[in-house]
């Protein structure tokens, strides 16, 4: 106790950081990574193991969840998308679908306004991704080490020295998602939308140890933590408010039974993410790659009435910036499928990293694209990609993203009335179609629950994060959304959202390592 009167917390960190690990699992990434590290591992959440296939089939790689995609938007989900672009194109002051697209030597039409020039982040070339090599080369051993050289075999014979090629049995992270198509790997995701993935293919056994097996590996490849030394380290879990309580249960069993952590400690993802930002006070918009988490923050405590989650992310993004493409005829006439070739969703999340943002006017840019149909040549083809503003705006008008493509778990599996934590969701399967906001398509969607919601005033102070939170014009958009949903008899005239003061994705990652700081130097007090 007199020792941390005296430390300070640059000390403590040093000291105890390197024995602490933090893991803020997603749907799409894992972020695990010592305390004392400045930024975290970022790896896909996947994992992919090589499967025997019969002599009369054709090797191919399978997604697991993949016979339950719903991969076809019905014709009145199209007009509804249609609809909420024309929505947003007279918001940004650009031409609606139906209005015939300039050539590329006719004037630009009034309302079009002109094509932005390319700036220095548009002209570059977006660097193809390489397929992932399969094949795991061995040297066997000679067995005819202790054999007489007279006695070894002829030169005629296979030399015992020479490599063997065999299949990895495991391929991990985003090396799992560039496999060839040929090959016989079956992927699988263990987390969709901010739940465990389970499923009739995917049973809750074959997801924890697909878990399991992920984070063993981050922790032996990547932070080099040998087995049997994991008694002397502590993890910190970051977990979002759409995790059930069973879901948190099995995880933190994953982490003390599995991975032989000595100590462990659950925090909300809302708290770490206003922490990592430096507010007490705050209301927490995280916008993952599949989900969309809104909760607020007061005095260090998350609400638990004021939770929202948004069954949309980045992911979704991306496949409305192919859809805006295709509708505008500027796509190659590559058989591009980002939902059965994963490299394909690779390659979109790139281009949208690199071009989407949100501002008014015709906003288009040149970019080379990738086609990943053929493994032996990559194909690609420069082209003007337009409407680059009409994805991002889909946090806001969901109607325009693509369809759900990919069901809930079965809701009978998350009945878990041994709440764990004293903020539980307090929800019944009627409440679960509210989750949405309210927005068309996403009317039935049964798989987030939404905590009863109060308007309370706590202050209009938003703090983004996730990785989409770096799209470029979302923060003043949001920002002018809330001031334009705030009654005339409220009394408050500013409404500020403040952009994450480091890389939004890892905030959350950060407000876990700061928060245990602050409770470790609370101790000072008492």
Known sequence: MDYLKTVVPSQLMAERGANLVVINPGSSNVRIGFASQDVPFNIPHCIARHITQRKDDTPRLSVRDKVMLNCHATPSQNAERERAYDIIASLLKIPFLDEEMPSANQALPPKMGRVDALSSQQNKDDSKFTWTDVMDRKRPVDKDADVDPLQRSTPDDTEPNSEENMYKEIIFGEDALKIPPSESYCLSHPIRRGHFNISQDYSLHQVLEDLRTIWNWILTEKLHINPRDRHLYSAILVLGETFDNREIKEMLSIVLCDLGFSTAVIHQEALAAAFGNGLSTSCVVNIGAQVTQVVCVEDGVALPHTALALPYGGDDISRCLLWVQRRHRTWPNFQTDPVNKPIDMLMLNKLKESYSQIRSGSFDAVSVVHSYEHEKSVGHQKTKLSALNVPPMGLLYPRVLVPEEYPPPPRSWFQDYDDMLEDTWQTSDSLYSSGNGGFGMWDNYPMFPT????????????????????????????????????????PIEKAEVLQSRSYPLFVPWKGGVVIFMKTVMGCRVN
Do not use: C, H, M, Y
Request: proline share 5%; charged share 20%.
């Open 451 to 490: 905590r009863l919601k109060k308007f309370d005033n706590i202050g209009l102070v938003e703090a983004i994060v996730g990785g989409t939170a770096s799209t470029a014009g979302l923060a003043p958009v949001l920002e002018q959304r809330v001031l334009n949903t705030i009654p005339s008899n409220q």
